[in-house]
């Protein structure tokens, strides 16, 4: 899938997720996620793949701790570069765009205010391949949540671990943590433990 892209443009994507210097979302977390994109498409599949794989590929190529605007930045340079580097099969930008401002909402997304139909679907199951960390083996799992706790280390320890908490209560308050029924019958139960245990070592 990367090999698709151009030098140029993948030269320009590899930076972007290199400035700043991060513990988790870096190229690294891309590889992770295009793993579950993959398992998606010999699965049930992607409505439209081309349009998944880019926001896959961009929505956190900008990343700045504790900026609100990270997802917002990421989809706008989604957009630049497709149109300087157009991709030889047709793609919708402005879906990309949306898919990727999308994960600026994690965990406070309801399945159903996504809509029905192939596109909501798409939503759904792209939202859950980025949150499929949660569900990782519980060493993994605990170096995810070691990482972020280091991209934030400019922050007060006492105000992360406040606001890191509320974030994980939130998730186990939720009817599901995963939007789609692909993901949801396959790593829920994972992720309340892994949620759970966390909350009880803080």
């Known amino acids: 899938m990367l090999g698709q892209l151009p030098a140029d443009q993948l030269d320009a994507l590899r930076a972007a997720y290199a400035d700043p210097p991060r513990a988790y979302h870096h190229f690294g977390h891309v590889r992770e996620v295009l793993g579950h994109y993959r398992a ?119 105000l992360y671990r406040i606001k890191r908490r509320q974030f994980f209560r939130r998730l186990l308050a939720s009817e599901r943590i995963y939007l789609s029924d692909h993901f949801h019958g396959r790593l829920e139960a994972r992720a309340r433990v892994n949620l759970a245990a966390a909350l009880a070592g803080r």
């Open 40 to 158: 998606v498409a010999d699965g049930p599949g992607w409505h439209r793949p081309g349009e998944v794989l880019f926001a896959v590929l961009y929505h956190d190529a900008v990343y700045v701790p504790g900026r609100s605007d990270n997802e917002a930045a990421s989809a706008q340079l989604a957009v630049e570069h497709l149109s300087r580097w157009p991709p030889a099969t047709a793609i919708d930008a402005n879906r990309v765009s949306e898919l990727i401002l999308l994960t600026a909402r994690h965990g406070a997304i309801d399945r159903d205010a996504l809509g029905d139909g192939p596109d909501a679907e798409d939503a759904r199951r792209f939202l859950d391949c980025d949150m499929a960390i949660l569900a990782a083996d519980p060493d993994r799992f605990a170096a995810y949540d070691r990482e972020i706790a280091e991209e934030y280390r400019a922050v007060p320890r006492w």
